[in-house]
């Protein structure tokens, strides 16, 4: 069964920072591209980030660009997203997705076929 489980999400306040990470299983992590999306309320979902399945290519969303650095552990089947000098902004359901068998990630939530079910970050001002 494939599982996507975020963790790290939080309140913090503007300026601070939080690692968030995913935990997958039920798949070969090694051959899956991953990334990162949020979902404001009221709004549409947003891409934040994206890793190649060998961690050496990364995408990032002009709203956390130079804030933010996604990574990735292929021994522990984990992805991270690090974020930056948080703003309120930023406040939103942070999803986890994986796009299995393909080498590249996109910016286009289509392209993900698992999802997590998200942890919440609150940026307060």
């Known amino acids: 069964q494939v599982q996507l489980v975020e963790s790290g999400g939080g309140l913090v306040q503007a300026g601070g920072s939080l690692r968030l990470s995913c935990a997958a299983s039920g798949f070969t992590f090694g051959t899956s591209a991953m990334g990162w999306f949020r979902r404001a309320q009221g709004r549409e979902r947003e891409f934040v980030a994206a890793i190649s399945w060998a961690g050496d290519s990364t995408y990032y969303g002009d709203s956390v660009k130079g804030r933010s650095t996604i990574s990735r552990d292929n021994a522990k089947n984990t992805v991270s997203l690090q974020m930056n000098s948080l703003k309120p902004g930023d406040t939103a359901v942070y999803y986890c997705?994986?796009?299995?068998?393909?080498?590249?990630?996109?910016?286009?939530?289509?392209?993900?076929?698992?999802w997590g079910q998200g942890t919440q970050v609150t940026v307060s001002s």
């Open positions: 997705a994986a796009r299995r068998w393909s080498a590249v990630g996109s910016w286009n939530p289509r392209d993900y076929d698992a």
